[in-house]
């Protein structure tokens, strides 16, 4: 599932390979994923018009887009969802990697959204589950900051107040946008923390703050929350890569979830 750091890879991809060349068509006819838009909304607000930036916030990005009161354009990924740019012969120059049934490269028949510039190339969504989404003017500010910007006094306070277990702090995205289940494994195996705690002293939160700027920091160089050093250890049978103790598995704020039964035990 995309986190804060797949989403920030697709980001970098529009950067790099879609921005300032002209829409001369849009496919929005999937109308699930373009909700609440009607087919053809999303086409007549885009055509003849650039991307001119593009931004993130957690999971969620959005373009700028060129000329007087140009509509911005938001992307979530969903669970499966890949940013690719395709050349005019329909191969990928950027973006993609890999997609769930994918035959061989130039195989989109999962696009649920496309934009084809002026030369014939294409910024595409492929997303094979269908739970992206593309809207224009997306609601961005609903959000907390951004995991990997947030300063320590402001997540101090996200994740000690209320009742919630401490996972489903990091993970609700009003409070702090970006973290998703694997993501917050992480950090709160590098925090010592177990996931079900509903309260944290001073000290246990600095140090919450602390494993959640290393674990994105870590994911965000290294490609992505599946190269997170507990990720290949949440699974039956699987042991803390620290002390080598039986990992546990239970479920927190809805959540599947795994954390060392020896020091995150509570």
């Not at 130039?106 to 094979?128: C, H, I, K, Q």
């Not at 997306?138 to 959000?143: D, T």
């Not at 947030?150 to 009742?163: S, Y």
């Not at 992505?224 to 927190?252: F, K, N, Q, S, W």
Request: glycine residues 12%.
């Amino acid at each position: 599932m995309p986190e804060l750091p797949e989403v920030e890879s697709a980001r970098s991809v529009i950067e790099r390979a879609a921005l300032g060349r002209p829409i001369t068509e849009v496919d929005d006819t999937d109308t699930y994923v373009c909700r609440p838009h009607r087919p053809g909304d999303i086409r007549a607000a885009l055509v003849g018009r650039e991307l001119t930036a593009v931004h993130r916030r957690g999971k969620s990005m959005w373009c700028d887009t060129s000329g007087e009161a140009g509509p911005v354009l938001g992307f979530h990924l969903g669970m499966s969802g890949k940013i690719v740019v395709a050349s005019p012969a329909g191969d990928e120059i950027d973006g993609g990697d890999y997609w769930e049934g994918r035959r061989a490269p130039g195989d989109y028949r999962w696009s649920r959204f496309a934009l084809t510039f002026a030369d014939g190339g294409r910024l595409l969504l492929v997303d094979p589950r269908r739970l992206g989404r593309v809207r224009l003017d997306p609601p961005v500010e609903a959000l907390g900051p951004d995991a990997a910007d947030i300063d320590e006094p402001t997540f101090l306070r996200a994740v000690t107040g209320g009742t919630a277990p401490i996972k489903a702090h990091l993970m609700d995205q009003h409070l702090i946008a970006g973290i998703g289940n694997l993501l917050a494994d992480e950090i709160l195996w590098q925090a010592k923390i177990n996931p079900g705690r509903r309260e944290l002293t001073r000290p246990l939160a600095k140090r919450l703050y602390a494993a959640t700027q290393q674990a994105v920091a870590d994911a965000l160089r290294d490609g992505g929350v599946h190269t997170l050093t507990i990720v290949e250890h949440r699974r039956p049978g699987g042991r803390c890569p620290r002390d080598g103790a039986p990992m546990t598995r239970g479920t927190v704020g809805g959540r599947t979830t795994w954390w060392c039964s020896t020091d995150q035990r509570r």
